[in-house]
């Protein structure tokens, strides 16, 4: 690629996401989510951040399977906005589902809510429990928030390969720049690049005050556990492009579920998490509980000293603790420059070094590959990615780094029926479909909620067509 290559992993997200089928009779989830600016100070420099319903970071949705979900979404941002949900289905004998390419939330496919418009988003949600997470996909929007947990629970009937819990836990991660989204925008735009990011936001506040490093005055999330419990704390990065690495002072990390997959349970003493990735850990409160623990996101594959500043620290507070969390910070794996360790933690929960040829062909992991909506791809390395093209439409793959993301690096797949049998034919067009660009003129008005409702107005947002089939090895290159 001609592209010089800023950060040190390029990612590409497979954009095979959410909407299905609705079942009549099966129960419903609604959901109203409000998009608005809101001011913020998360590294102690009021910005301007985009809340959902009033909060930052947005709500956790949480559903069951057999829901069928409807979000409907206001747009009180004075730009347009989409929302994705990074949702994966992975199917297996006799679990037959549709999702529709309608409601999946990106550009080419669907078109974006114009400002003061709502939209809703009708999707059926099946087996796919575990974690995820739903993100503005236009505008840059991202790297301002407008983020938030969607979880789907198991079913009483189904059971998990672990006990029962006690408690249970979502932790937003994501590097973060004190300039608003516009001015990040306009300086990518301006063809530079972003640079280090100002820090790492735990859950929406910056770190707790661990160092002199840390100014005075910021907020940061507390955890609040007791002695001896359990909980499942399922850690998602929603960052711009920096890959974090994700520890807990004294305490082990039992991964659990990787997107909805439920792994191989391992302990860990740190786990690095990409942008766009989510992960499950049991972790255990079996420390000594009279005083305070560090929770750690620090950025992997650069300079420790040099970003520094670029570290999330939270708390994790047992309920009788007397004493704040003290000393260094544990330390992060040393292995700088040295991606094996990354390497062996990604293919140890099933996923090569080098460049790709014909003959890597043979070596790929076609047995226990588990199944992701979000893959990494080292620099010099590749990935080699099987893509089920069972669900006809038109999908989205792109690069989650949003930077790159936000310069070009995505395409389209075209997944057309070769048979006309009306089971694998594309869902049908939802009534409430946006039209825009070249098709503009067939969307109907909608009444605005700006003005008390009275307003009413047409969509003029220019159109990204859809492109053409694609080839399913994606190969980097530095
Ligand atoms: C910290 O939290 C308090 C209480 O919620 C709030 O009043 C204050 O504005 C916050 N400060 C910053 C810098 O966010
Ligand atoms: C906007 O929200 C209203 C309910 O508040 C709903 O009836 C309408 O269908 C929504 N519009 C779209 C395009 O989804
Ligand atoms: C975004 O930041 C720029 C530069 O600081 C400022 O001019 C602009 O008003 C900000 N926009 C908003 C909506 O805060
Ligand atoms: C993981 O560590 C916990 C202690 O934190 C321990 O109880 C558990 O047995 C370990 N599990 C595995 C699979 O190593
Ligand atoms: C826990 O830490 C406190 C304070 O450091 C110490 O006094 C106490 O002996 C420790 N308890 C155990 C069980 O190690
Ligand atoms: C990291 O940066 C510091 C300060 O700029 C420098 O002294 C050190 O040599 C760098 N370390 C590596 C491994 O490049
Ligand atoms: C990959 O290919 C490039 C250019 O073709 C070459 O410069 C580089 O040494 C190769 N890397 C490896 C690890 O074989």
Redesign the pocket.
Known sequence: MSLSCHTLLCWFHIGLLLGVFCYAGDPFANYELEFSYITASPLGVPQQVIAVNGKFPGPTLNVTPNYDVVVNVKNKLDESLLITCYIFHYGGPGIEMRRSSWQDGVLGTNCPIPSNWNWTYRFQVKDQIGSYHYVPSTNFQRAAGGFGGFVITNRKVIHLPFNTLDGDMVIAIGDWYTQNHTTLRASLDAGKELGMPDGVLINGKGPFKYSSIVPDGINHTTLNVDSGKTYRIRVINVGVSTCLNFRIQS??L?LAEAEGHYTS???YSSFDIHVGQSYSFL??M?QNASTDYYIVASPRFVNQSTWQRVTGVAVLHYSNSKRCASGPLPDPPNDLYDPSFAMNQAISIRMAFGNWTENSRGSYNRWDAIARSTTQVFPGGWTAILVYLDNVGAWNLRTVNLDRWYLGQETYIRIINPEDHEQKTELPVPDNVLFCGVLGHLQRPQRTFSSAGSTIKELSEPCYLMLMAFVAVVYMMI
């Open positions: 305490h082990n039992l349970q391992q302990n972790v255990t079996d």
